[in-house]
């Protein structure tokens, strides 16, 4: 077994099987840590190596020192890629609820054809439970586009930008979604990126997380593989800002990789149909990847971010942790 727990880019592993080694003060700490590993499921399936957990096992929650300036947790669940997968798509909205999150995150393709009003009411049909009970922030994907069907669904209050590429707040989160769908425009002369740079600057100075989501993935081992310009053009303006996460879809499975200090989580496990996980498209020794339709359940209690992955029957595919940088480590 082997516990990861991320801070900024730094990694830290604990190992079992040298306490022969050790003087007794050692060995009882190291103890008291592989017990904390087993009881808070810190098992990680590594390049298809994998401990699962039994079917339909809630959230695991680690109780942590919460932050005194802030001390109001925020959980919310992010998925991606529904679009005609109808039938999973209902078995992931169901999982959801069942988190009691409070609120959602999509990264893209709602439906299979953003042009098509009937596949809207199917979307509708599937998520009004949800809808009706949570805030849902979606981000724009390819096959969104087409027809007012994709802004219409932006209901969810936001503070800053269009329906398009926006951010919004909550407790010491401040979350952004991009328009980053093979259509909008991006670059460093774009308005959208002026946007970024802007709310960004903004964000830094209040927020002690920062998460972003949009669809096109500068990391994905998919089929689609990794977008070397989104990469190239957002990924350093993430790593200035102080990023936490980075969230998106486009390649229908999990994949988590952490670079340059920044954890991407490819989640495009809503419903629509697998792609396979090719690791030989750039994937580390150290990422956790499957193809499998799930969801990602994300808890902040101060400065901590425990971040798990559930396949949809409600198993444990992946889970990490995450601390804040001392301010000094944003500049």
Not at 252 to 269: A, D, F, L, P
Request: net charge positive; hydrophobic share 35%.
């Amino acid at each position: 077994m082997k516990y990861r727990q991320h801070s900024g880019a730094s990694v830290n592993k604990f190992r079992i099987g040298q306490a022969g080694k050790r003087t007794f003060t050692t060995l009882l700490a190291v103890l008291l840590v592989a017990g904390l590993a087993i009881a808070t499921g810190a098992d990680k399936h590594v390049r298809g190596i994998r401990q699962d957990t039994p079917p339909d096992v809630p959230t695991p929650v680690t109780p942590e020192k919460q932050d005194k300036k802030d001390p109001v947790p925020v959980k919310f669940v992010v998925y991606g890629d529904t679009r005609d997968g109808h039938a999973e798509h209902r078995k992931i909205v169901a999982l959801i609820l069942k988190q009691k999150p409070d609120f959602v995150l999509q990264t893209g393709d709602l439906v299979d054809e953003g042009k098509r009003a009937s596949l809207w009411k199917i979307y509708d049909n599937i998520t009004g439970p949800m809808r009706a009970q949570l805030p849902v922030y979606p981000a724009r994907g390819n096959h969104d586009l087409g027809g007012p069907g994709y802004e219409a669904r932006v209901t969810a209050p936001f503070t800053s930008g269009t329906k398009l590429h926006y951010s919004f707040d909550k407790a010491n989160c401040h979350f952004i979604a991009l328009a980053v769908d093979e259509v909008s425009a991006y670059g460093p002369k774009s308005a959208q990126y002026k946007w970024l740079i802007s709310d960004l600057d903004a964000a830094k100075e209040k927020a002690q997380h920062i998460f972003v989501f949009f669809h096109v993935s500068p990391y994905s081992i998919g089929l689609h593989g990794s977008d070397l310009d989104v990469r190239r053009i957002l990924s350093p303006v993430f790593k200035k800002y102080g990023v936490r996460l980075v969230f998106n879809g486009h390649d229908h499975n999990y994949y988590h990789t952490e670079r340059g200090g920044i954890n991407y989580v490819v989640t495009g496990g809503g419903g629509a149909p697998l792609y396979p996980c090719d690791p030989d498209k750039g994937a580390l020794e150290s990422d956790t990847y499957e193809s499998v339709h799930h969801i990602v359940v994300c808890e902040v209690n101060g400065d901590l971010v425990s971040v798990t992955a559930l396949r949809m029957n409600g198993s444990q595919l992946d889970r990490f942790s995450l601390h804040a940088p001392a301010a000094t480590d944003k500049n």
